[in-house]
């Protein structure tokens, strides 16, 4: 029997997802993965993801049904999530991993569960599996919405030294350097300027990522993933509509002058994979350095009329962890599954105004443990059944420097998890699925508790020290009558009964109660040629207080997007992108409004050069990326008014970016 079956023929054995050999001239490989519990998760592959016009890691992610990510600043700074109802802010509900890695950041200065990518060069994300609710054991802090895993690697006919240039109508100049030798290992390095569309957008970056395998056979994988990362950018702020309306401002201007921020990172993983006929076992360490400056005015001069409320936000810290994931098959219809991990940080964050008084001044502690189990049946060969129950333990210390005070405490959840996958016909395949997803209390929510007993939770930072959990249910189905064409379909609810949402622009978590979401969605993907690949997919979400029925702010109701990517043998290249976003509720009974945006590149490859044209907002829209409802006052001479007003973060104008690679 070749190598290339008696791989496949153990990847069978083990029920898991593996990674293919680099195959001889006779062998045909196939590349399988852990069949879906749920009609709403998806895997961006391909040309797709090889295609789409994206600037950082993060925009990879808007090609994942019902994901729609911003950002309101220039590269470097986190993006913004929306998911299913939530407005997940910079990360609050949706888990992010890299390789395994977990990249939210707990207890975060600027966010709780802060997700900065930008230490991922987009050219080497392979994949990237998203899942919707919390359904399966391996879903974590801050999979309230959902989670998204991205996977690296190099394509085979990408492999070798690649080295490109692009340039851009805002000022921008990027380099890339790819050494990929072999099947697994790669070095890539990145530099980045760009003087960013309007005012205070100016961003540069440097980033080093690189994977070597040590081992890497049918039986054993071992390999390092490394990572370093440095990013200076500006920061505009938000501008008020009135007075955009008015003429006082530009659109794609900014208040503010000298704003900005800062994000390092350094990574290190080392993944360990062993298979032995029905049994499975990973084991990966990661360890961790990450500092983040950010400097800000988001309300002018309404909380000092003198010196104004800008402030600086920083957070350095160290974060590490173990994580074991084990699968075996006990019998032919039965696999077992077992999860233990571990994830220790500590870390200061301070927050100073201007005029040098300190908001917050903390250090802290915080460790998690998770350990699960659950277990995967086909009762029949139309049936497949799955449950997990996953256990969470979180501990904190705080040092309250400001208060002069230091707290500890601790929280827990337990996680069901149950699926059921049936399939009454060869090309059909209808899904049900249950689970708890969860969110960690922050370590400043510790350090307050106590304090305000007389009053509400909403007057305080960091919420009440516990956990948040969130009960999502699905319904599905999807039609696979080949591997041309995938459609699929579902209902979806969500209930929370303690809701915390941030206020961006103070940066307080707010307590509200209990919440609900009920949504639909439904996507489509079709391959008409081996070259060519068309998608689309719409989301409806309705979130409400269940108190009062009233509308959950943040959240767009409705998501459309449509797409298609070409790679022509011939060596043509193309692909579009459009996304339509609904009015969206904001606080104080405001709306944003809806938008379009709709992104497209074009290209063609010899034999070893290629270039690339992207253009942004291809019909020059003047929109808004996000918006948000608060009160500023930017003329310190008058009488600050604390009406709450819409605030605006300007989306991209039309803007082109030309890229030339050359391989090697």
Same mark, same amino acid.
């Given at each position: 029997?070749?190598?290339?079956?008696?791989?496949?023929?153990?990847?069978?054995?083990?029920?898991?997802?593996?990674?293919?050999?680099?195959?001889?001239?006779?062998?045909?490989?196939?590349?399988?993965?852990?069949?879906?519990?749920?009609?709403?998760?998806?895997?961006?592959?391909?040309?797709?993801?090889?295609?789409?016009?994206?600037?950082?890691?993060?925009?990879?992610?808007?090609?994942?049904?019902?994901?729609?990510?911003?950002?309101?600043?220039?590269?470097?700074?986190?993006?913004?999530?929306?998911?299913?109802?939530?407005?997940?802010?910079?990360?609050?509900?949706?888990?992010?991993?890299?390789?395994?890695?977990?990249?939210?950041?707990?207890?975060?200065?600027?966010?709780?569960?802060?997700?900065?990518?930008?230490?991922?060069?987009?050219?080497?994300?392979?994949?990237?599996?998203?899942?919707?609710?919390?359904?399966?054991?391996?879903?974590?802090?801050?999979?309230?919405?959902?989670?998204?895993?991205?996977?690296?690697?190099?394509?085979?006919?990408?492999?070798?030294?690649?080295?490109?240039?692009?340039?851009?109508?805002?000022?921008?100049?990027?380099?890339?350097?790819?050494?990929?030798?072999?099947?697994?290992?790669?070095?890539?390095?990145?530099?980045?300027?760009?003087?960013?569309?309007?005012?205070?957008?100016?961003?540069?970056?440097?980033?080093?990522?690189?994977?070597?395998?040590?081992?890497?056979?049918?039986?054993?994988?071992?390999?390092?993933?490394?990572?370093?990362?440095?990013?200076?950018?500006?920061?505009?702020?938000?501008?008020?509509?009135?007075?955009?309306?008015?003429?006082?401002?530009?659109?794609?201007?900014?208040?503010?002058?000298?704003?900005?921020?800062?994000?390092?990172?350094?990574?290190?993983?080392?993944?360990?994979?062993?298979?032995?006929?029905?049994?499975?076992?990973?084991?990966?360490?990661?360890?961790?350095?990450?500092?983040?400056?950010?400097?800000?005015?988001?309300?002018?001069?309404?909380?000092?009329?003198?010196?104004?409320?800008?402030?600086?936000?920083?957070?350095?810290?160290?974060?590490?962890?173990?994580?074991?994931?084990?699968?075996?098959?006990?019998?032919?219809?039965?696999?077992?599954?077992?999860?233990?991990?571990?994830?220790?940080?500590?870390?200061?964050?301070? #927050?100073?105004?201007?005029?040098?008084?300190?908001?917050?001044?903390?250090?802290?502690?915080?460790?998690?443990?998770?350990?699960?189990?659950?277990?995967?049946?086909?009762?029949?060969?139309?049936?497949?059944?799955?449950?997990?129950?996953?256990?969470?333990?979180?501990?904190?210390?705080?040092?309250?420097?400001?208060?002069?005070?230091?707290?500890?405490?601790?929280?827990?959840?337990?996680?069901?998890?149950?699926?059921?996958?049936?399939?009454?016909?060869?090309?059909?395949?209808?899904?049900?699925?249950?689970?708890?997803?969860?969110?960690?209390?922050?370590?400043?929510?510790?350090?307050?508790?106590?304090?305000?007993?007389?009053?509400?939770?909403?007057?305080?930072?960091?919420?009440?020290?516990?956990?948040?959990?969130?009960? #999502?249910?699905?319904?599905?189905?999807?039609?696979?009558?080949?591997?041309?064409?995938?459609?699929?379909?579902?209902?979806?609810?969500?209930?929370?009964?303690?809701?915390?949402?941030?206020?961006?622009?103070?940066?307080?978590?707010?307590?509200?109660?209990?919440?609900?979401?009920?949504?639909?969605?439904?996507?489509?993907?079709?391959?008409?040629?081996?070259?060519?690949?068309?998608?689309?997919?719409?989301?409806?979400?309705?979130?409400?207080?269940?108190?009062?029925?009233?509308?959950?702010?943040?959240?767009?109701?409705?998501?459309?997007?449509?797409?298609?990517?070409?790679?022509?043998?011939?060596?043509?290249?193309?692909?579009?992108?459009?996304?339509?976003?609904?009015?969206?509720?904001?606080?104080?009974?405001?709306?944003?409004?809806?938008?379009?945006?709709? #992104?497209?590149?074009?290209?063609?490859?010899?034999?070893?050069?290629?270039?690339?044209?992207?253009?942004?907002?291809?019909?020059?829209?003047?929109?808004?990326?996000?918006?948000?409802?608060?009160?500023?006052?930017?003329?310190?001479?008058?009488?600050?008014?604390?009406?709450?007003?819409?605030?605006?973060?300007?989306?991209?104008?039309?803007?082109?970016?030309?890229?030339?690679?050359?391989?090697?």
């Amino acid at each position: 029997m070749s190598p290339g079956v008696c791989a496949l023929a153990a990847m069978f054995a083990t029920g898991a997802e593996t990674s293919p050999a680099v195959p001889a001239a006779d062998e045909i490989v196939v590349v399988s993965r852990k069949p879906a519990s749920a009609a709403s998760e998806h895997d961006i592959d391909g040309m797709r993801l090889r295609q789409s016009p994206a600037r950082t890691a993060e925009d990879m992610l808007e090609l994942v049904p019902g994901l729609h990510v911003v950002q309101h600043g220039a590269e470097g700074k986190g993006h913004q999530f929306f998911l299913r109802g939530f407005d997940a802010v910079h990360g609050s509900d949706v888990e992010v991993r890299v390789e395994g890695v977990p990249i939210n950041e707990p207890s975060n200065v600027h966010g709780h569960g802060y997700v900065d990518l930008g230490f991922v060069v987009p050219e080497l994300v392979e994949r990237v599996h998203a899942r919707k609710g919390a359904y399966a054991l391996d879903q974590g802090d801050f999979a309230t919405a959902g989670s998204a895993e991205l996977r690296l690697g190099v394509a085979p006919e990408d492999r070798g030294l690649r080295l490109g240039h692009q340039v851009g109508t805002t000022g921008r100049h990027r380099a890339l350097a790819v050494w990929a030798p072999g099947e697994r290992d790669f070095v890539a390095a990145e530099g980045l300027i760009d003087d960013g569309y309007g005012e205070q957008r100016a961003a540069k970056r440097a980033t080093f990522l690189g994977r070597l395998a040590l081992l890497n056979d049918e039986a054993h994988r071992l390999e390092v993933l490394g990572a370093g990362y440095a990013a200076r950018f500006e920061l505009p702020g938000a501008v008020r509509l009135e007075d955009v309306r008015a003429g006082r401002i530009g659109f794609y201007d900014a208040y503010t002058d000298g704003t900005g921020g800062a994000s390092d990172r350094a990574l290190l993983t080392v993944i360990d994979e062993r298979r032995d006929g029905p049994w499975r076992l990973r084991l990966q360490a990661f360890g961790g350095w990450r500092r983040l400056a950010l400097d800000e005015n988001y309300t002018g001069f309404l909380g000092d009329p003198a010196h104004g409320d800008r402030h600086e936000q920083t957070q350095d810290g160290i974060d590490g962890g173990l994580e074991a994931r084990s699968t075996w098959r006990v019998f032919g219809p039965l696999q077992l599954r077992a999860l233990l991990s571990t994830r220790l940080g500590r870390a200061e964050q301070r #927050d100073v105004r201007a005029t040098g008084d300190a908001l917050r001044d903390l250090a802290f502690t915080q460790a998690a443990v998770a350990a699960g189990a659950g277990a995967g049946w086909r009762v029949a060969g139309w049936l497949r059944l799955e449950g997990a129950l996953r256990f969470d333990a979180f501990r904190f210390d705080v040092d309250d420097r400001l208060a002069d005070r230091r707290a500890d405490g601790s929280a827990t959840a337990l996680s069901p998890r149950l699926a059921a996958v049936m399939r009454p016909h060869a090309d059909w395949r209808v899904f049900a699925a249950y689970g708890r997803g969860l969110r960690s209390p922050e370590a400043r929510a510790f350090a307050a508790a106590g304090d305000h007993e007389n009053e509400p939770a909403a007057q305080y930072e960091g919420g009440e020290p516990e956990v948040t959990v969130a009960d #999502d249910a699905e319904v599905g189905v999807r039609f696979e009558p080949g591997a041309d064409l995938s459609v699929g379909a579902a209902l979806f609810g969500v209930h929370i009964a303690r809701e915390s949402l941030f206020d961006h622009a103070s940066g307080v978590v707010v307590e509200r109660g209990g919440t609900r979401r009920y949504g639909v969605e439904a996507d489509v993907r079709v391959r008409p040629a081996s070259w060519l690949e068309l998608d689309a997919d719409v989301t409806a979400a309705d979130a409400r207080f269940t108190s009062d029925g009233a509308a959950v702010p943040g959240a767009p109701r409705l998501l459309a997007t449509t797409g298609a990517s070409l790679v022509h043998p011939d060596g043509w290249r193309a692909s579009t992108h459009a996304l339509f976003i609904g009015r969206r509720p904001l606080a104080q009974g405001a709306q944003a409004g809806s938008a379009v945006f709709w #992104d497209a590149s074009a290209g063609y490859r010899w034999s070893w050069l290629e270039l690339r044209l992207d253009v942004e907002n291809l019909l020059a829209l003047e929109h808004a990326e996000s918006e948000a409802q608060y009160a500023s006052h930017w003329d310190p001479g008058s009488t600050p008014s604390r009406i709450p007003v819409v605030h605006r973060f300007a989306a991209p104008p039309r803007n082109a970016r030309l890229t030339a690679t050359a391989f090697f």
